[in-house]
């Protein structure tokens, strides 16, 4: 129970590394799911063990009564304090197995609640390579994008002193051609 639990805060901590709500949200559900089932799980447990306890007290003290009943006499003919043993017996052994099927039962659960923390953590684990992994990518991304920004820019400007001279050029052109026409007409 101990490990389940080591489990479930590890399970914790890695939902509060989670960068996006969504994700947080769902993982710290599961835990908050998880811990109820195992205090469940440790309460049933603790009933079952109790039940033992005052199982084995109750045949100790009709044993220990018996006992001493048989050392003053007081229960009678042989046969009587025979049938009472065997049925001591018998009950203490149906009370036993019957713990011991409680016990199997409790101790399944917790090895299926084991399991299915286990499962969720490496759920949570690869979700949080994969969430790594795309924000390496955006990063990456972001480079490029902002270098493209800076090219189209410079493109821009560039453009921009291509028609200035373009028209600069024409405008000299004409002033030229002006000029000619000019001193061969007067």
Do not use: P, W
Request: glycine share 4%.
């Amino acid at each position: 129970m101990n490990e389940l639990s080591l489990v479930l805060e590890e399970m914790e901590s890695l939902a509060k590394e989670q960068e996006q709500e969504t994700d947080k949200e769902v993982v710290m559900g599961l835990v908050h799911e998880n811990r109820s089932k195992l205090a469940g799980l440790r309460q049933m447990f603790r009933k079952a063990n109790f039940v033992a306890q005052a199982t084995i007290e109750r045949s100790a003290r009709t044993n220990l009564l018996e006992s001493a009943a048989s050392i003053d006499g007081s229960l009678g003919t042989g046969s009587v304090r025979h049938r009472l043993v065997h049925k001591d017996k018998d009950s203490l052994a149906k009370t036993s197995s019957g713990i011991t099927s409680d016990l199997l039962s409790i101790s399944r659960s917790l090895a299926a609640q084991v399991k299915q923390s286990e499962d969720a953590l490496q759920t949570l684990v690869q979700s949080s390579n994969v969430a790594s992994e795309t924000q390496e990518e955006f990063k990456a991304m972001g480079g490029v994008i902002h270098q493209s920004r800076k090219l189209l820019s410079k493109y821009n400007r560039r453009e921009f002193t291509d028609k200035v001279l373009i028209f600069l050029a024409l405008a000299f052109f004409f002033a030229c051609v002006l000029y000619v026409m000019t001193k061969r007409a007067f």
